[in-house]
């Protein structure tokens, strides 16, 4: 019971870290994707200390809140049927988010904990690029032909949209609008969990409950 206490104690103030981090984006995208202060790594931390089961529940909560802030800060629900709220709910948010638990996958006892976690974190990040990705493909792919046509697809844009068309030029799209804010985004996540992983105290409470579970 003290140790359920104690993880959900710690759990809702990384989650509220998480989303503190969230407000400091160092740029944002129109319709949804920032590049963030680090706010993926409190989720992450709570999956590598206390397991994945607790980190992918960690993640959905968090997804929940960064649905709340996406409903009244992007462009992203605009113009949505119900349909097309619900799956920008699911994909965007709860998967996308939830996948943070992952981050404690490859975590071994004592050996090599750094580069267990930065391999977690940079999964987690990827399987949430994921999550965005077929989101864009599915909803959002009707703004491609518009998107390649903008000043910083000059010459490159246009090829795009002489050689692709339909579902291919919808992926094209998705996966680069999505790429530009989570590969950044994932690069810092893996640099801040290698520091924080080295800090004593966080690597003891780390194994503490691993050997606990």
């Known amino acids: 019971m003290k140790n359920n206490t104690q993880r959900l104690t710690v759990s809702g103030i990384m989650i509220a870290l998480g989303t503190l981090l969230s407000f400091l984006a160092l740029y944002r995208l129109p319709y949804g994707g920032s590049v963030t202060v680090f706010s993926m790594v409190p989720v992450m931390l709570v999956a590598f200390i206390y397991g994945v089961r607790w980190g992918l529940l960690s993640g959905a909560v968090f997804g929940a809140l960064q649905a709340l802030l996406g409903a009244t800060t992007s462009a992203a629900f605009a113009d949505q049927r119900w349909w097309g709220v619900f799956l920008i709910l699911l994909l965007d948010y709860i998967v996308a988010f939830s996948v943070l638990g992952l981050a404690g996958i490859f975590k071994k006892n004592g050996k090599n904990a750094a580069g267990s976690f930065a391999l977690g974190c940079a999964a987690a990040g990827f399987l949430r690029l994921c999550a965005h990705f077929v989101s864009g493909v599915i909803l959002f792919g009707g703004w491609a032909q518009w998107y390649f046509t903008q000043?910083?697809?000059?010459?490159?844009?246009?090829?795009?949209?002489?050689?692709?068309?339909?579902?291919?030029?919808?992926?094209?799209?998705?996966?680069?609008?999505?790429?530009?804010?989570?590969?950044?985004?994932?690069?810092?996540?893996?640099?801040?969990?290698?520091?924080?992983?080295?800090?004593k105290p966080i690597k003891k409470i780390s194994f503490e409950n691993t050997n606990k579970m």
């Open 151 to 199: 000043d910083g697809f000059p010459a490159f844009g246009a090829k795009i949209l002489e050689r692709t068309s339909g579902l291919g030029l919808s992926a094209i799209y998705s996966l680069i609008y999505n790429a530009s804010y989570m590969i950044p985004e994932t690069v810092l996540t893996v640099f801040a969990a290698v520091i924080l992983i080295n800090v």
